[in-house]
């Protein structure tokens, strides 16, 4: 019979003392006389507290003797649960993080570490290349950790107390390189880039523009999201990136965002609305359409592909599109609206480094991604109908997060102080 990974440890007889004894994450711990009520109690009280840490391997760990390494081992436990594993969860960015810490001070007792272990970490990070925002975004997770220790009663207060004293690194204060805030992405742009990509996501990137709809929000729609018993439509995402905080989100369609997606509700209602296998099925069959090679030549429709000499199935499409596989489509597209002057014909293969190198400084500043579209939406939206309607559709709880997407209107200062300058 397997061994039950969830079973709780025995409550078990020590032959040598007589006392009942039970083991919890490497540890025996003596609860008594074996047999009496004592024990029994103090049994119940150890394991009560033990899976209230989450069976965490630094559990009955001294403070003093709590190394770093164990500390980021019981964290990380913690946190694939908490977060998830997601290419883009916290657990990612903690991951790394934590690797990092290891190497420096994994073997020094996390009661020790201070306010200059914690800036030695930042310092290797902002040597690493990485922005000063992404720094400080970095070193707060650091103090997380060593917060959540402390609330788990392995640190002493006084340690996330002292990190949380260090102030983040300021803009022109630190070596830390500077990144251009996101921006809204101009209309020119998005409509010279409609024309180079499939239907699908060209369908996409309108809706968002109409709802502003975060990238993640658009990818999950499915039709039993969608409460069309208004003139308005209401769409309810299943999962969104604040109901961890209890907050709803709902994202209003309008009657041009519904007949976009007119066309994509015919389907199983579990089923996503935007999916790359009907965009690759109609990619094959425009393909095919224009064909001019006979069919008893060459490649069939249903023919199995070959690669390098061996029959092997391609990977087929998925039923949804990931966030990362709706920005290639857009960068793709970018690459074919706005191609280099002079490299953009030629193999990647036979250009010089230096080649290469100016060929994706041209790409990278001729790109943009889809969450620059919310900022395009809730500008357009701040302009025409002021700042609370953008803070209502962008589904944001506060109007300062409101301003970061919604740049406000030069025109009407240039027009004021054409009036009064």
């Not at 919890?24 to 009560?48: F, M, V, W």
């Not at 993640?216 to 069309?228: A, G, I, M, N, Q």
């Not at 609305?273 to 490649?299: I, M, Q, Y």
């Not at 889809?370 to 700042?387: D, M, Q, S, V």
């Amino acid at each position: 019979m397997p061994k039950l990974s969830n079973s709780l440890p025995k409550y078990r007889k020590h032959r040598g003392s007589g006392q009942a004894v039970v083991t919890l994450s490497g540890r025996d711990y003596y609860l008594g006389p074996h047999g009496t009520k004592t024990s029994k109690l103090e049994y119940d009280r150890l394991i009560a507290e033990w899976l209230s840490s989450g069976r965490s391997p630094a559990f009955g760990t001294s403070q003093d003797d709590l190394s770093i390494a164990e500390l980021l081992a019981a964290y990380l436990r913690y946190a694939k649960d908490y977060y998830g594993t997601g290419p883009k969860s916290e657990y990612f960015h903690m991951r790394r993080l934590a690797q990092l810490i290891a190497r420096l001070f994994g073997r020094t007792s996390a009661a020790e570490f201070g306010p200059l272990r914690f800036k030695a970490v930042r310092d290797e990070l902002v040597s690493g290349g990485i922005s000063r925002t992404y720094a400080n975004s970095s070193m707060r997770r650091v103090a997380r950790i060593f917060k959540w220790g402390a609330a788990e009663g392995i640190l002493p207060p006084s340690v996330p107390q002292s990190l949380a004293m260090v102030p983040g690194l300021r803009k022109g204060r630190s070596e830390a390189r500077e990144t251009a805030p996101v921006g809204p992405v101009s209309p020119e742009v998005v409509e010279a880039t409609l024309a180079e990509l499939p239907e699908t996501i060209a369908d996409m990137v309108q809706l968002q523009l109409l709802t502003a709809a975060r990238p993640k929000e658009l990818c999950d729609l499915r039709p039993c999201d969608l409460d069309r018993s208004g003139e308005v439509w209401v769409y309810r995402p299943a999962s969104h990136k604040t109901e961890h905080h209890g907050r709803d989100r709902t994202v209003l369609i309008g009657p041009q965002g519904q007949g976009i997606l007119l066309k994509y509700l015919a389907r199983d209602p579990e089923t996503c609305c935007f999916r790359p296998c009907d965009s690759e099925a109609k990619r094959l069959a425009a393909a095919h359409a224009s064909r001019v090679t006979p069919l008893s030549c060459g490649n069939r429709p249903g023919s199995k592909a070959k690669r390098r000499g061996k029959r092997k199935l391609l990977k087929q499409p998925g039923e949804r599109y990931s966030t990362d596989a709706y920005r290639r489509a857009i960068h793709r597209a970018c690459d074919r609206a706005f191609p280099h002057p002079e490299f953009s014909q030629n193999p990647t293969n036979q250009l010089t480094t230096d080649e290469l190198a100016e060929l994706k400084e041209w790409q990278a500043a001729h790109r943009w991604s889809p969450n620059r579209l919310r900022h395009t939406a809730a500008t357009e939206i701040r302009r025409e109908f002021g700042l609370e309607a953008a803070q209502v559709i962008l589904g944001h709880s506060a109007a300062d997060v409101t301003q970061i997407y919604a740049e406000r209107d030069l025109a009407k200062g240039l027009d004021v102080a054409r009036k009064i300058g």
